[in-house]
């Protein structure tokens, strides 16, 4: 079949080609244009300067935390031992027989019964939640005569009356070691009534609000309260009394001593003749009555004070308060108790100052009615 010429084959049609890019040896270098991607301008020390400054306030914000969380656990524990260094409240519903009534009685103690039925008083204190309202002790006596010189001795029983208590505690962040409760013979009453109605108002038998005020100012002022008890006790004013010690955490005999050895030592300088050679041999005394082992908690520790100034020391390792009491040791020489009966009472610094406050507003009770009537009252 023939062709016809014109309709023979054109030559196609070609789009122009783009350039190709140059090829790039491993000698050349790599432009900007050729790699495709934008590349970031990166300053160093810029970078630097703000992960410094990340890192500084970083360090700043857990130190601040640090210090806060500290702050706070001593700020809540401070709190915690003001709350529990406060006295027991005292009640206003006791009748007006009671000594423990009267005047004031929104400040007065709680007297509750416990399931024996006697007067107790709380303390506060979880693991001695109660001290008792009052205390019999016996009192050793001789009966001599002209035919019997050497009579037998006889223990009458002594009542002691609670005037207040408070809870030792060591440390700043309040430890506590025992409740200490102060005893005072309830027929020597009166006479600690008189000595201070007198020192206010010569003239009175019993003080007024602000008569009382007074009182207790002095009786709360490091120098004059000091001086106050220490004259009285050198009078024989309580003639008896007792400081019950009771533990609220295990302890030992020799960790109680050196507190309280301690404690006569730092009152002992002012008193007369507290270098002598005697004195030395009483503090020996007092010693060799604690080298005993150990004190579990709960267990009663009296500290006995006698009109002479005699000190005996008992110790109850057994059930309920005085039924299985034993005397564990005796200091003769009168500096000696007390010395230590003003670490409870007076001075600048008191072994407990809970048991001082609530001591001194149990005197304000006694003085505040006429002289002999709260031991009448109480027996």
Same mark, same amino acid.
């Not at 079949?1 to 016809?4: A, K």
């Not at 001789?142 to 009542?159: F, Q, R």
């Not at 406050?357 to 304000?364: K, L, N, P, Q, T």
């Not at 009770?365 to 009537?373: A, K, L, Q, T, W």
């Given at each position: 079949?023939?062709?016809?010429p014109a309709l023979r084959r054109l030559?196609?049609?070609?789009?122009?080609?783009?350039?190709?890019?140059?090829?790039?040896?491993?000698?050349?270098?790599?432009?900007?244009?050729?790699?495709?991607?934008?590349?970031?301008?990166?300053?160093?020390?810029?970078?630097?300067?703000?992960?410094?400054?990340?890192?500084?306030?970083?360090?700043?914000?857990?130190?601040?935390?640090?210090?806060?969380?500290?702050?706070?656990?001593?700020?809540?524990?401070?709190?915690?031992?003001?709350?529990?260094?406060?006295?027991?409240?005292?009640?206003?519903?006791?009748?007006?027989?009671?000594?423990?009534?009267? &005047?004031?009685?929104?400040? /007065?103690? !709680?007297? $509750? @019964? +416990?399931? %024996?039925?006697?007067?107790?008083?709380?303390?506060?204190?979880?693991?001695?939640?109660?001290?008792?309202?009052?205390?019999?002790?016996?009192?050793?006596?001789?009966?001599?005569?002209?035919?019997?010189?050497?009579?037998?001795?006889?223990?009458?029983?002594?009542?002691?009356?609670?005037?207040?208590?408070?809870?030792?505690?060591?440390?700043?962040?309040?430890?506590?070691?025992?409740?200490?409760g102060y005893y005072i013979a309830t027929?020597?009453?009166?006479?600690?009534?008189?000595?201070?109605?007198?020192?206010?108002?010569?003239?009175?038998?019993?003080?007024?609000?602000?008569?009382?005020?007074?009182?207790?100012?002095?009786?709360?002022?490091?120098?004059?309260?000091?001086?106050?008890?220490?004259?009285?006790?050198?009078?024989?004013?309580? &003639?008896?009394?007792?400081? /019950?010690? !009771?533990? $609220? @955490? +295990?302890? %030992?005999?020799?960790?109680?001593?050196?507190?309280?050895?301690?404690?006569?030592?730092?009152?002992?300088?002012?008193?007369?003749?507290?270098?002598?050679?005697?004195?030395?041999?009483?503090?020996?005394?007092?010693?060799?009555?604690?080298?005993?082992?150990?004190?579990?908690?709960?267990?009663?520790?009296?500290?006995?004070?006698?009109?002479?100034?005699?000190?005996?020391?008992?110790?109850?390792?057994?059930?309920?308060?005085?039924?299985?009491?034993?005397?564990?040791?005796?200091?003769?020489?009168?500096?000696?108790s007390r010395a230590l009966w003003l670490?409870?009472?007076?001075?600048?610094?008191?072994?407990?100052?809970?048991?001082?406050?609530?001591?001194?507003?149990?005197?304000?009770?006694?003085?505040?009615?006429?002289?002999?009537?709260? &031991?009448?009252?109480?027996?």
């Open positions: 079949m023939l062709r016809n030559p196609r049609a070609t789009a122009p080609r783009a350039p190709l890019p140059p090829r790039r040896t491993f000698l050349s270098a790599r432009g900007d244009s050729s790699s495709g991607r934008a590349v970031e301008s990166l300053n160093v020390r810029e970078l630097a300067r703000k992960s410094h400054e990340y890192q500084r306030n970083r360090r700043i914000f857990l130190w601040s935390g640090t210090f806060a969380g500290i702050f706070s656990f001593l700020y809540t524990g401070h709190k915690l031992y003001l709350e529990l260094q406060k006295p027991a409240q005292l009640d206003s519903s006791l009748p007006s027989s009671d000594p423990l009534s009267g &005047a004031g009685a929104a400040d /007065r103690k !709680v007297v $509750v @019964r +416990d399931e %024996d039925g006697r007067d107790v008083i709380p303390t506060g204190n979880t693991t001695v939640p109660t001290f008792p309202r009052t205390i019999t002790i016996p009192t050793t006596t001789t009966t001599a005569t002209a035919t019997t010189p050497s009579s037998p001795t006889i223990d009458l029983p002594t009542e002691y009356t609670l005037v207040g208590l408070g809870t030792r505690t060591v440390t700043f962040i309040g430890i506590q070691v025992y409740v200490v027929a020597d009453i009166a006479a600690l009534q008189n000595a201070l109605t007198k020192k206010i108002n010569p003239l009175a038998t019993s003080l007024v609000p602000g008569e009382r005020d007074e009182l207790r100012s002095a009786l709360l002022d490091h120098v004059e309260g000091e001086r106050t008890w220490d004259g009285l006790l050198a009078e024989g004013i309580p &003639a008896r009394s007792v400081f /019950r010690l !009771v533990p $609220v @955490r +295990d302890t %030992d005999f020799h960790h109680l001593r050196d507190g309280l050895v301690n404690a006569i030592k730092a009152r002992a300088p002012a008193m007369a003749g507290a270098e002598d050679e005697s004195f030395g041999e009483a503090m020996k005394q007092f010693r060799t009555a604690f080298n005993r082992g150990s004190v579990p908690k709960k267990k009663e520790l009296l500290l006995i004070r006698d009109g002479e100034g005699r000190l005996s020391i008992e110790y109850n390792a057994g059930g309920k308060s005085g039924k299985k009491r034993q005397l564990i040791g005796t200091v003769d020489d009168e500096r000696v670490n409870y009472l007076a001075g600048a610094k008191v072994a407990s100052e809970p048991a001082r406050a609530s001591i001194i507003e149990g005197i304000m009770e006694f003085v505040e009615r006429p002289v002999g009537s709260v &031991a009448a009252q109480v027996v």
